[in-house]
């Protein structure tokens, strides 16, 4: 060190003519993330609480769906008759003639044969009025060709009127495009409130004295404790519950789902596509007296509509088995238009999951294009299983009651959240108190900028999520700013 290394770094006191240029370093604090989490984890509760409590309550009663429809349309589902199974060509026959008579208006869109003895075939038909992905199903009874009823289905599960009433409920509140708002705010915010809890918990068990307490509800306390401890601890219980949820459910909102389907495809995770484009001359068979014409072809192309005999449904089958189709549990899907292929799907969704799906020819029974589920891609398995996990479909009823007690469970968490808030209310006051605001402003810049830069990468991500969040920061230093403590934060107390 040099002689002019030892001078003071400041000049004395005499000398100084005028305030100082340079400002006081910012007052940074320890627990400033903890304080900013317990803020976070509070004010998500408090208001994206009932989001999460109406999306919980009805997909605990979704998840049980698939066992309730089998009681509840067990007419409709099962076939009395033991003989074999009659040509899909008869059954369409009696459930086209079911239909000329009931709904005449209706168009053929695809067939489910039977998967298995005492199960009906499904003939579905397209109908105006109805949903996206809806149509009509005329349950046949496959050893007789006996119509055993009629009822409306909806997506690749087939889900009958009382799963889809629960499914649109808790999709959309019945309020179309507004309302998955909804759902997508509350997917979101619960990935988020499911982490900050558990930082939370993190930060508490350090400092607990009874551990066994943040693990278990504890017991000889009452008030504010007994339902903190049941908070804390049943919260770490649902956690990777919680995660599951909030992150296969965004897959299926607008936003989000949006940019989940980009991100796959860049990554080149998606699903593979089945190609139904026929070359050279466009033809169909003719249908003779049999013949039902499916639909109209695409707007803006100048192509003729298919003509579709349900003696093909037993011919493009059988090319289908003989490719790479082996599930009992199939669609058979006509062309709208005369130079598109046939298809036929796999849809067992339970495990281990059959969803292999072929493109005929029906000029000469040829193979078009095919897709094959052992060649999906790691994520683009992941993506399938999980999907059908949060919908109850696969692993069956183990899964549904699964399903059914963690949204239970999460529901039970908004609750406790709540008597928590009510419980801490000052003497005298209709509300409970929140945790003290000004995290961001004790901590250092890096980690307020960090917030703030997260916000807005996730807000890209996942608008839903990100607008809010980022609404969240600026009002809470806004209030902050307004109403500012001279003391330090708050413990992290129970």
């Keep these: 060190m040099t002689a002019t290394d030892s001078r003071p770094t400041t000049a004395p006191a005499a000398e100084s003519s ?17 304080q900013f989490l317990l803020r976070l984890h509070f004010y998500a509760g408090l208001f994206i609480g009932p989001f999460i409590l109406i999306a919980a ?16 349309y067990r007419h409709e589902l099962t076939a009395p008759s033991t003989a074999a199974a009659k040509p899909l060509a008869e059954q369409i026959d009696a459930a086209q003639a079911y239909v000329d008579q009931h709904h005449p208006e209706d168009t053929l869109a695809a067939v489910r044969p039977a998967p298995e003895q005492g199960s009906t075939t499904r003939v579905m038909y397209s109908e105006a009025g109805l949903m996206e992905s809806q149509n009509r199903a005329v349950f046949i009874d496959p050893g007789t060709a006996q119509v055993r009823g009629d009822l409306l289905v909806y997506g690749t599960s087939g889900a009958l009127p009382f799963r889809t ?29 499911a982490l ?8 508490r068990i350090r400092k607990a004295r009874a551990k066994r307490d943040m693990v278990r509800p504890a017991r000889g306390v009452r008030g504010y404790r007994r339902i903190f401890s049941w908070h804390a601890s049943t919260g770490v219980w649902l956690l990777l519950g919680a ?20 991100l796959r495809s860049a990554l080149s995770w998606g699903t593979p596509a089945l190609a139904t484009t026929l ?16 639909g109209s072809p695409a707007p803006g192309t100048d192509a003729e509509p298919a003509t579709i005999t349900p003696a093909l449904f037993d011919e493009v089958l059988g090319a289908a088995k003989a490719a790479n189709i082996h599930s009992s549990e199939l669609q058979i899907s006509p062309p709208a238009a005369a130079d598109q292929a046939w298809t036929v799907a796999e849809i067992k969704r339970s495990y281990p999951t059959a969803v292999n799906s072929v493109a ?20 683009a398995k992941l993506a399938q299983w999980g999907i059908d996990t949060h919908m109850g479909t696969m692993w069956g009823l183990p899964n549904q009651i699964l399903l059914f007690i963690t949204a239970l469970g999460i529901a039970a968490m908004v609750v406790f959240g709540y008597v928590m808030w009510w419980k801490r209310r000052p003497n005298g006051k209709r509300f409970g108190k929140s945790p003290a605001a000004g995290a961001l402003t004790r901590a250092p810049w890096w980690g307020s900028g960090l917030v703030a830069v997260g916000a807005i990468i996730i807000g890209a991500f996942l608008p839903a999520l990100g607008v809010t969040l980022l609404a969240f920061v600026v009002i809470d230093v806004l209030i902050t700013n307004r109403t500012a403590t001279p003391h330090g934060p708050p413990a992290l107390s129970k």
């Design 165 to 193: 009433w629960v499914d649109t409920f808790h999709r959309s509140l019945f309020l179309g495009d507004i309302g998955r708002l909804y759902s997508e705010t509350a997917a979101s915010w619960l990935g988020v409130v």
């Design 57 to 72: 309550l009805s997909g605990a009663v979704y998840a049980l769906g698939p066992t309730i429809e089998q009681g509840m």
């Design 243 to 262: 995660l599951f949820l909030s992150a296969t459910g965004i897959t299926w909102s607008h936003y989000g789902g949006g940019s989940v389907d980009q």
């Design 360 to 379: 005929i020819d029906s000029r000469d029974m040829s193979v078009v294009s095919e897709t094959n589920f052992d060649t999906f891609s790691i994520p």
């Design 279 to 294: 070359t050279g001359p466009d033809a169909t068979p003719d249908g003779g007296e049999h013949a039902l014409h499916h």
């Design 18 to 34: 005028g305030p100082p240029s340079i400002r006081p370093p910012r007052n940074t604090q320890r627990g400033w993330f903890g």
């Design 196 to 203: 900050a809890g558990l930082g939370l918990w993190v930060i």
